[in-house]
């Protein structure tokens, strides 16, 4: 190697080992009880990520071969943050057996003579009472990933990990290369993508706790770049595809009215009725190879309980909770899990007929509003939530989400102790933060004239 050359990558090379070797400690030699190392690492990995991407902004081979360095590290790993791979195997060899993942509670399923899938006890055991007493909730291609990894790996845990890693580790790849194109068709600097591809939020939460966001995130990112290009009918499609993975893209559709009705861009209320119903009969196409009355019931039943049941890491809903104790004398999770819903429709409706749509940057914009205030009006808010607003926010002028994913990772703390008791100081310290940076943002004349 020439030696300039050496000069000019000898500390970002000291920089990458550092967190190659903080990545190898997370995916392999971490507790997610032990909270006070996993902040300390974490916060490195955040502080040596964001030097790498300033000092190599030029550089995107060096990057991206770095984020699949870092990605590749948690390869033979087994995730140590989320137990929710459990079900996802479950219910790819459900699937890989014939029976249908919507149908059957696992805890009532297990019980049945006729029933027989391998590890089906430790696959249980270690989802846990909450997903094993409850209908999957997961999409039909999610599912799909899911079925992959139950038929090519029947019996070997790690097997089936492995395989999700690889789907996982694929779409970030792909987000990378239509995040880069979609940056430069709006005349923005390429290196924003790395602060979602070499982020550590999404490295950890994604590739090593296996959260299929990053498969939705690419379709959706996808979407967006065919829909800036003009092909719109193609991006309803895929946007279809990421629904289909999850659900929360959903809530963008009315976003695209005013978008649609800009003479500038030759689209029109024509084109935008065919393109919601294409996202919605795309859609509805994946999942009639499970489709039944009963399903459709078991599904929406089990997707409702995030709603109404779960709580977990909230902001404005904690406070909500705590005025219904003084008034009321009792959690209002109930009434409160169907009030807030309604409060984000109608923000979005505000958003979708009082802003401004003259660009794409503006609709991304207005996109990343519309899923921030759905997160501050949720009951739970996992850390892997934040993966949608990430990744629209690299093409915005708003850095509060990045902030955010620095701090989302306090939420562990209540994994740190036996009854999962939640800190609420922390949880404070993480949306005060936040808070004060997205009024500051707001309020900036510098945003207010980019926005």
């Known amino acids: 190697m020439d030696l300039r050359l050496f000069q000019l990558y000898k500390i970002p090379i000291l920089l990458a080992v550092s967190c190659a070797a903080f990545y190898f400690t997370f995916g392999y030699g971490l507790e997610r009880s032990d909270f006070p190392r996993l902040i300390l690492l974490y916060t490195a990995l955040c502080f040596l990520s964001y030097k790498l991407v300033n000092m190599l902004k030029t550089d995107l081979r060096f990057l991206i071969g770095l984020a699949v360095i870092f990605r590749l590290i948690y390869l033979f790993s087994l995730p140590n943050l989320s137990q929710d791979y459990f079900r996802f195997i479950w219910d790819g060899r459900l699937i890989a057996e014939g029976w249908n ?26 989802m846990g009472g909450l997903s094993a007493g409850h209908f999957s909730n997961y999409p039909p291609l999610n599912q799909l990933i899911f079925a992959i990894a139950g038929w090519i790996s029947s019996s070997s845990i790690l097997g089936s990990v492995i395989i999700f890693r690889l789907v996982i580790i694929l779409a970030d790849i792909g987000t990378f290369i239509f ?3 979609l940056l430069k068709a709006m005349g923005l600097g390429e290196y924003r993508i790395f602060w979602y591809i070499l982020n550590p939020f999404i490295i950890i939460e994604m590739t090593g706790n296996l959260h299929f966001e990053s498969v939705m995130v690419f379709f959706l990112v996808v979407s967006l770049y065919l829909l800036h290009r003009g092909k719109w009918f193609l991006s309803a499609i895929i946007l279809g595809l990421s629904v289909s993975v999850k659900l929360l893209p959903l809530m963008f559709l009315p976003l695209l009215f005013k978008y649609f009705s800009n003479s500038n861009k030759q689209l029109g209320l024509g084109k935008l009725i065919i393109y919601n119903l294409t996202c919605l009969l795309t859609v509805i196409l994946t999942f009639l190879p499970f489709y039944s009355a009963e399903v ?23 406070i909500v909770r705590w005025i219904g104790f003084q008034v009321k004398g009792y959690n209002i999770i109930e009434t409160a899990g169907k009030v807030l819903p309604v409060i984000t429709i109608l923000v979005i409706l505000g958003l979708t007929f009082l802003r401004k749509y003259q660009n794409t940057k503006l609709l991304l914009t207005n996109m990343l509003f519309a899923v921030t205030a759905y997160l501050l009006l949720s009951t739970t808010v996992h850390p892997w939530y934040l993966a949608i607003p990430l990744l629209l926010s690299v093409f915005t002028e708003y850095k509060y989400i990045l902030i955010w994913s620095g701090l989302i990772m306090l939420s562990y703390y209540a994994y740190s102790n036996p009854d999962y008791q939640e800190s609420f100081w922390l949880i404070a310290l993480e949306y005060l933060v936040v808070g004060y940076i997205l009024i500051k943002e707001l309020f900036s004349k510098e945003k207010t004239t980019a926005v």
């Open 296 to 318: 459709v019931s078991n599904f929406m039943a089990s997707v409702g309980l995030w709603f109404g049941k779960f709580e977990f890491n909230a902001s404005i809903y904690y």
């Open 179 to 181: 995040g880069r194109k």
């Open 101 to 126: 993942p919507y149908q059957y509670i696992p805890n009532e399923l297990i019980e049945l003579e006729t029933f027989s899938i391998a590890q089906a006890k430790k696959l249980i055991t270690g």
